[in-house]
């Protein structure tokens, strides 16, 4: 019975080690909750939160194209030529404009390489809020990345919001071969945005 009992006991504690180690792999490449220090302190909950500056006004690209932009240092002296010009990260950025040097800020949200993300399709044909994707920012001291940005959580905002493949699918990837860039524009954009659980939306 007292060995029976001790098969019984290492075999659980074998299933909860192994679901364990399932669930940690699982999360390996992920980078939710990432907050590196930044070469200058900057407060996401100052800047959009207190102050109301809109986010495109750093993220110029966000409505343009894939990526969303890092600010030129130079940006931040539009009104730090003027405001807080003694503090000692202001000091940092007027350095390295007058160096030519642009501040290193480090990427935060991370998705793999191999995977197609267009920011300015998200935020004009779709309409997605930054927030959506990037959390609160405007209450973030030190931004962080909020969500995991794992391909089953895109998915998931693809299904939840009606954006799945279409019946026309094969017209669909005719659209991209009909394009000079192999990427659709104009009525095609809006047609294939529609294809959001197809592979090839993000993997092409």
Not at 9 to 26: C, E, K, N, Y
Not at 92 to 117: M, R, T
Not at 147 to 169: F, Q, V, Y
Request: glycine share 8%.
């Amino acid at each position: 019975m007292k060995k029976l009992l001790g098969a019984f006991v290492a075999l659980v504690a074998l299933g909860v080690f192994s679901t364990f180690i399932v669930v940690q792999a699982r999360h390996l490449g992920f980078n939710q909750g990432y907050a590196p220090d930044q070469p200058v302190a900057f407060s996401h909950k100052k800047h959009a939160g207190d102050l109301k500056i809109d986010c495109q006004y750093c993220h110029f690209g966000a409505d343009k194209g894939r990526h969303a932009g890092v600010p030129p240092t130079q940006l931040c002296l539009n009104c730090h030529d003027k405001v807080l010009t003694n503090s000692p990260e202001i000091k940092k950025i007027q350095k390295a404009v007058d160096s030519g040097e642009n501040i290193q800020w480090l990427k935060v949200n991370h998705y793999p390489d191999f995977a197609y993300f267009n920011h300015s399709q998200h935020v004009n044909v779709a309409g997605v809020s930054c927030q959506k994707c990037h959390g609160e920012v405007e209450k973030m001291d030190i931004y962080k990345q909020q969500e995991k940005l794992s391909m089953g959580w895109c998915i998931n905002c693809h299904r939840d919001n009606g954006i799945a493949t279409p019946d026309d699918h094969d017209e669909m990837i005719k659209s991209y071969k009909d394009t000079a860039e192999g990427y659709p524009s104009g009525a095609n954009l809006r047609k294939s945005f529609r294809a959001g659980t197809d592979c090839s939306k993000c993997h092409y």
